[in-house]
C-alpha cells in the first residue's frame, strides 16, 4: 500500500457516516494511534473522505512485519460530541535502500602451497540490512573475479582453490569479491572486498644438480689425487621435474 520511500502518497478511506442533521453530524478525523512512526500520518476531509497522507519516508527495515496498524476517530459536531473508531492497517512494500556490506572491507589470508585442490581458504561474508527476502540477506549472490585457482560458492561465500598452488610461479593473489542483491536492473546494489591471499612455502624442492648427468674418463694408471670432475649443484636451486 504504501513503498517505504515515497512521501505524500494518500490513502483515501469512505467517509464515516452520522444519521443526525447539522451540525451534529459534522464529522471530524483524528488518528488517535500509530504502531509505528505516529509523528509521519496526517490526516485531513477531502470531498467527504478522510485522506491519510504521510509527511516523511518510512522504514520498512523498522516495522515489524511491514505493517503499522493506525486507529481513526470520527468525532461530530454534537455537544456533547459523540465519536466512533476503526482500525486501519498499511501494510508496507521493502525498497532496495541498503546495499550489500561485507564484514571487510579487505580480507587478509595466508595458505601453505601445499594445500590439496578443492580445500577451504576462507568465508567471505556481507550482509544486506534489507529485511525482505527479496532485497536483503537471503538474496545475496557473490561472485570473485582475479584467479582461476580459486572459485567462490555464490551462495555461502565460501572460497575454494580449483587446483594445486605452487608458490615458486604465484605467491600472492589479489582477488576482488562483489555480492549482488535481489534488486532489478539499476535498483541492483553490490558490495565490493578484496582479498589478499598469500601463499606460504613448503620445502618441496629437493637440491637438484645442473646438467646431469656428468661423464668423464678417466685414463687408467692416473696418478693418486688427480681431480676426475668437479660438479656443484645448480644454483639458484631449480625445480626438480
Ligand atoms: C469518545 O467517546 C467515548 C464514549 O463513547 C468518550 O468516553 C471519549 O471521551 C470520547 N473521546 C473523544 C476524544 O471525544
Ligand atoms: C553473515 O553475516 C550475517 C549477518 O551478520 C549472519 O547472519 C550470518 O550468519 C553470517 N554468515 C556466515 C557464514 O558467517
Ligand atoms: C597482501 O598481504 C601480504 C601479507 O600481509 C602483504 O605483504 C602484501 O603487501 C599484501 N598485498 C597487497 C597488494 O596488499
Ligand atoms: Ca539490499
Ligand atoms: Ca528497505
Ligand atoms: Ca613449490
Do not use: L
Given at each position: 500500500m504504501f513503498l517505504e520511500a515515497l512521501v505524500f502518497l494518500s490513502l483515501f478511506f469512505p467517509k464515516a457516516t452520522d444519521e443526525d442533521s447539522p451540525p451534529n453530524n459534522h464529522l471530524t478525523y483524528t488518528?488517535?494511534?500509530?504502531?509505528?512512526?505516529?509523528?509521519y500520518f496526517d490526516i485531513l476531509m477531502q470531498e467527504g473522505y478522510a485522506v491519510i497522507s504521510v509527511n516523511s519516508p518510512l522504514d520498512y527495515e523498522r516495522v515489524p512485519s511491514g505493517r503499522i496498524h493506525l486507529t481513526v476517530m470520527a468525532r461530530d459536531g454534537g455537544s456533547p460530541a459523540r465519536n466512533s473508531s476503526v482500525a486501519v492497517t498499511l501494510e508496507l512494500f521493502d525498497e532496495n535502500d541498503n546495499p550489500p556490506t561485507f564484514s571487510r572491507p579487505s580480507y587478509i589470508v595466508k595458505i601453505s602451497e601445499n594445500i590439496i585442490a578443492g580445500a577451504t581458504v576462507l568465508f567471505v561474508n556481507a550482509t544486506d540490512l534489507d529485511a525482505s527476502r527479496e532485497f536483503g540477506q537471503a538474496s545475496l549472490i557473490y561472485s570473485l573475479e582475479g584467479s582461476s585457482q580459486f572459485r567462490l560458492n555464490s551462495r555461502s561465500g565460501e572460497i575454494t582453490t580449483t587446483a594445486m598452488l605452487d608458490r615458486e610461479l604465484k605467491a600472492e593473489y589479489i582477488l576482488i569479491v562483489r555480492a549482488v542483491d535481489g534488486g532489478v536492473g539499476p535498483q541492483q546494489k553490490t558490495g565490493i572486498a578484496t582479498v589478499n591471499i598469500t601463499i606460504l612455502d613448503v620445502n618441496d624442492n629437493a637440491p637438484s644438480w645442473r646438467d646431469e648427468p656428468y661423464h668423464a674418463n678417466v685414463v687408467e694408471m692416473?696418478?693418486?689425487?688427480?681431480?676426475v670432475l668437479s660438479v656443484r649443484p645448480a644454483c639458484p636451486l631449480t625445480r626438480l621435474s
Open positions: 488518528i488517535t494511534s500509530a504502531s509505528a512512526f505516529p509523528e692416473s696418478p693418486m689425487d688427480t681431480d
